[in-house]
């Protein structure tokens, strides 16, 4: 299985990003997928997440401003970001549990991650 994150890049604060994550491989079925982020000289962080039946939880710090979403027929994963602080400036992660063929095991994955950098 490979997550493959896009959408990252450079906006001004106040600004807007959208980004996704697409799942492939042996998928049999996907559970929770979630967003996290790392800052410069910090630890990754949550930032969001969706369960299998579209219950979302958000960061303190993100909401308001940030909505995940996913579309299970195309195993995709976003991220629409809003309102864009340069505090938001990290490197993005998606992760996700997925059940595989052909054990029907589940494990978490993660993609590779995608920069996104407010500034001015």
């Known amino acids: 299985v490979q997550l493959q994150a896009s959408g990252g890049g450079l906006v001004q604060p106040g600004g807007s990003l959208r980004l996704s994550c697409a799942a492939s491989?042996?998928?049999?079925?996907?559970?929770?997928m979630r967003w996290y982020r790392q800052a410069p000289g910090k630890e990754r962080e949550w930032v969001a997440s969706?369960?299998?039946?579209?219950?979302?939880n958000y960061a303190d710090s993100v909401k308001g401003r940030f909505t995940i979403s996913r579309d299970d027929a195309k195993n995709t994963l976003d991220l629409q970001m809003n309102s864009l602080k340069p505090e938001d400036t990290a490197v993005y992660y998606c992760?996700?549990?997925?059940?595989?063929?052909?054990?029907?095991?589940?494990?978490?994955?993660w993609g590779k991650g995608t920069q996104v950098t407010v500034s001015s």
């Open positions: 969706i369960s299998s039946g579209g219950t979302t």
């Open positions: 992760n996700a549990i997925v059940k595989t063929y052909p054990r029907y095991n589940s494990m978490h994955y």
């Open positions: 491989g042996n998928i049999f079925s996907i559970g929770a």
